[in-house]
């Protein structure tokens, strides 16, 4: 029902900047959008999210140096990672939000590892 493909994942040196993409497939109405990430050794957590309705919520963590956008015409959405840090190495999954019989319903891409140079 949802497919989630997501790339752009690299190596990238401190300070620099990645752009990480997903491209979503769905056959309902996808109600939110959003990027989380998980390191090693640690929970995954939410990095940013994009609603239907526009609203957009970062992590604290990256508020200011993240920005997710979405292209409806492409069926995609991006996460711009500007200012990157070490602790921004994980593996960052797409993740959509549909609900189905007033159901919420998560699900998740494959990941795109980002790993970050000191």
């Known amino acids: 029902q949802v497919q989630l493909v997501e790339s752009g994942g690299g190596l990238v040196q401190a300070g620099g900047s990645l752009r990480v993409s997903c491209a979503a497939s769905?056959?309902?109405?996808?109600?939110?959008m959003g990027w989380y990430r998980q390191a090693p050794g640690k929970q995954r957590e939410l990095v940013a999210a994009v609603s239907n309705d526009g609203s957009t919520n970062y992590a604290d963590s990256v508020k200011g140096r993240f920005t997710i956008s979405r292209d409806n015409a492409k069926n995609m959405v991006y996460l711009q990672m500007n200012s990157l840090q070490p602790e921004d190495t994980a593996v960052y999954y797409c993740s959509a939000r549909v609900r189905r019989n007033y159901v919420n319903y998560d699900y998740w891409g494959q990941g795109t590892q980002v790993t970050v140079s000191s």
């Open positions: 769905s056959s309902i109405s996808i109600k939110t």
